[in-house]
């Protein structure tokens, strides 16, 4: 392809970088894809876009003459040499789900859009079931793994979005007809920058959005949603407290409505259970109430609501119970994959024997300690921030029994599972809720609660 007359560049072949580009060839834009990477499933990629004329380059990105606009993968960040280069001369970089918003067609599904630091695919996952229980046809798209550029092209009734902060950085002018935050919390730190920056960029979910739902009980979700109050938009807030009018909550074991009612200052609606609520934590309470409302923004009726929760299915990994070992149980919460996750899953049990450790990614873990250690029997430490972690224990829980289990294999979580069944005492749960990410010894938060759950069974046969 003559570099001279390329329109559109596509930075990175992951899954949304081919998507974009398959969606660009289509409509008969001439495509190039940078990619630094020269592996197996790369090259697999490429293949598939050759016959649409997209030409793949792998190496070190260079911006080619005559680009009109660069499409970047989430992962890549702002500062990278070829985004950089881009902005210097003036040529639009926007993501995939920009990209989405913009190719959509006339009569396109409306997106009720969620974010948040945790629990965003358990949320979007539910306000789908929810969706789907009203007779709507409708997906889970974005961050939890179907690209948006390809769901637009088909007939759906409408799309639950979930966006990661990096997606929404890259994002401009989506209007969703709903969007929610859900928490935030640091993380990312390293991408963004600071707190701040991060923070910021969820913020971006509420810009063009007409109803803006937020956590209530967060305060920095709280001051992203202020300013659309002021400007007259429709802010809602849900809190597992009782709520005001204007909010979704929980009053003795209902959940309930008091924003999509007709008279919200006097009337409520149920809308179900706690019991309704799986896993039952506090934290996953929260996601219940910001998926009932973004579908309750969408029209959907209070029944369709409690059957969507009812038969929602928890992705693994999740507060999931493994096993009950001699009246101890035993729980994989990998997912928990930063100290803000970690707090919520800690919160659940009354006294829990943590297994903790990995890649912080740069996040401070004082806080989380300060508020666990009284729910703490014991800690077994594991990963390449471990010591981090003791650190903080000896700080604010100097009398909690800690056991380091050194060693980067994967292995190591047999050690890790029999050191945490010699801490706990019947009534207690070992819970894996790392507080990190996974990399320094899993190829992901699965692999490592695969590995937990496989050590724990290993354990029940002794």
Not at 401 to 423: F, S
Request: hydrophobic share 50%; glycine share 8%.
């Amino acid at each position: 392809m003559d570099a001279e007359v390329v329109s559109v560049v596509v930075a990175g072949l992951g899954v949304s970088g081919l998507a974009a580009a398959r969606a660009l060839a289509r409509r008969g834009e001439r495509v190039i894809v940078l990619e630094g990477n020269d592996g197996e499933r790369q090259r697999a990629a490429a293949a598939e876009l050759a016959p649409l004329g997209v030409e793949v380059r792998f190496g070190e990105p260079e911006l080619p003459k005559g680009a009109s606009l660069v499409v970047t993968s989430p992962g890549w960040r702002p500062d990278h040499p070829l985004l950089a280069a881009a902005a210097a001369a003036g040529i639009e970089v926007i993501g995939e789900v920009e990209l989405a918003w913009r190719l959509r067609g006339d009569g396109a599904a409306p997106w009720l859009a969620l974010t948040g630091t945790n629990g965003k695919t358990t949320a979007v996952r539910m306000l789908t079931s929810m969706l789907t229980a009203a007779g709507l046809k409708a997906l889970a798209v974005g961050n939890v793994g179907v690209p948006i550029v390809e769901a637009v092209r088909e007939p759906y009734d409408v799309l639950a979005v979930e966006l990661s902060s990096f997606q929404l950085h890259w994002s401009s002018g989506i209007a969703p007809l709903a969007a929610a935050v859900l928490n935030v919390a640091p993380d990312h730190i390293d991408w963004h920058g600071s707190l701040e920056e991060y923070a910021a960029a969820k913020a971006k979910i509420f810009r063009n959005a007409p109803t803006v739902i937020y956590n209530a009980d967060d305060e920095r979700c709280a001051r992203l949603a202020e300013p659309y109050r002021a400007a007259g938009r429709r802010v809602v807030g849900f809190t597992l407290g009782a709520p005001r009018p204007g909010q979704l909550g929980v009053v003795e074991d209902l959940l309930v409505d008091r924003a999509f009612v007709p008279d919200p200052r006097h009337t409520a609606e149920e809308l179900a259970t706690l019991a309704d609520v799986r896993p039952l934590a506090p934290h996953n309470v929260a996601n219940a109430l910001a998926a009932a409302a973004l579908a309750r923004a969408h029209g959907v009726p209070t029944g369709a609501v409690r059957r969507g929760l009812a038969e929602f299915v928890p992705d693994p990994h999740r507060i999931a119970h493994v096993a009950r070992i001699g009246d101890v149980d035993y729980v994989d919460d990998s997912k928990a994959t930063n100290p803000h996750a970690a707090a919520a899953s800690l919160s659940a049990f009354r006294s829990v024997v943590w297994i903790a450790g990995g890649q912080l990614k740069g996040a401070d873990v004082d806080d989380l300690v300060r508020q666990a250690a009284g729910r703490l029997r014991g800690v077994v430490l594991l990963g390449a921030d471990r010591a981090r972690i003791r650190e903080a224990l000896e700080r604010h829980a100097p009398h909690i029994p800690v056991v380091e289990v050194p060693g980067q294999d994967t292995g190591v979580m047999d050690r890790v599972v029999t050191e945490a069944a010699k801490l706990a005492a019947p009534g207690d749960t070992v819970l894996l809720a790392p507080a990190a990410a996974s990399y320094d010894m899993f190829a992901g938060y699965a692999a490592r609660g695969d590995a937990f759950a496989e050590a724990v069974r290993r354990l029940a046969k002794r």
